[in-house]
T-cell receptor, first 110, second 117 residues
Framework: DAGVTQSPTHLIKTRGQHVTLRCSPI?????VSWYQQVLGQGPQFIFQ???????GRGNFPDRFSARQFPNYSSELNVNALLLGDSALYLC?????????FGPGTRLTVT | AQSVAQPEDQVNVAEGNPLTVKCTYS??????LFWYVQYPNRGLQFLLK??????LVKGSYGFEAEFNKSQTSFHLKKPSALVSDSALYFC???????????????FGQGTTLQVKP
């Protein structure tokens, strides 16, 4: 089985722009979570979705939003990008207690 | 407040020697604890978890971890380190919202493990 996939791998954006990141969970996994990992830090929880409903939100501004589709894939949207949004964005799908992470999308904001 | 602390930014060990990467946690209720490893430019790979039961849990690649409730610790161990174990290691605890377990993980800052030949 394929693991969690994310696209794009890398992305360069300018301040003020918006970005959409995509994630496909492991087949059969209905829960998807998003994390932001700034260089030198541990991942920080952004959102969790289960069966297309938001089940958790971390301490991030409203510029961050997400949704989950009927096939359980997910999008993370970030509006009005700031330099501080530069990070590795990780998607994870969950079954039971274990979360499995994708390779991430490296976002650079200039 | 829920938190995870990894007190060492870096751990250096010689190949063949035992290694320990330390982790302490703070969470209300029974903790669900995890270790992940991250190689350069890669996502996180699951190593092992503690949910309940035996305090010594075994995971992937020969790693194990010891849960100590009185010391609120969950240290990662391996009897004999390999150069290929060199990577960034994260300890995490599952977040609790009120009386409910949530799906979110709270991560420590990470510990870089350097295994030298």
């Amino acid at each position: 089985d394929a693991g969690v996939t994310q696209s794009p791998t890398h992305l360069i954006k300018t301040r003020g722009q918006h970005v959409t990141l995509r994630c496909s969970p492991i087949s059969g996994h209905k829960s998807v979570s998003w994390y932001q990992q700034v260089l030198g830090q541990g991942p920080q929880f952004i959102f969790q979705y289960y069966e297309k409903e938001e089940r958790g939100r971390g301490n991030f501004p409203d510029r961050f939003s997400a949704r989950q589709f009927p096939n359980y894939s997910s999008e993370l949207n970030v509006n009005a990008l700031l330099l501080g949004d530069s990070a590795l964005y990780l998607c994870a799908s969950r079954r039971g207690y274990e979360q499995y992470f994708g390779p991430g999308t490296r976002l650079t904001v200039t | 407040a829920q938190s995870v602390a990894q007190p060492e930014d870096q751990v250096n060990v010689a190949e063949g020697n035992p290694l320990t990467v330390k982790c302490t946690y703070s969470v209300s209720g029974n903790p669900y604890l995890f270790w992940y490893v991250q190689y350069p430019n890669r996502g996180l790979q699951f190593l092992l978890k503690y949910i309940t039961g035996d305090n010594l849990v075994k995971g992937s690649y020969g790693f194990e971890a010891e849960f100590n409730k009185s010391q609120t610790s969950f240290h990662l161990k391996k009897p004999s380190a390999l150069v290929s174990d060199s990577a960034l290691y994260f300890c995490a605890v599952r977040g609790v919202d009120g009386s409910s377990n949530t799906g979110k993980l709270i991560f420590g800052q990470g510990t870089t493990l350097q295994v030298k030949p």
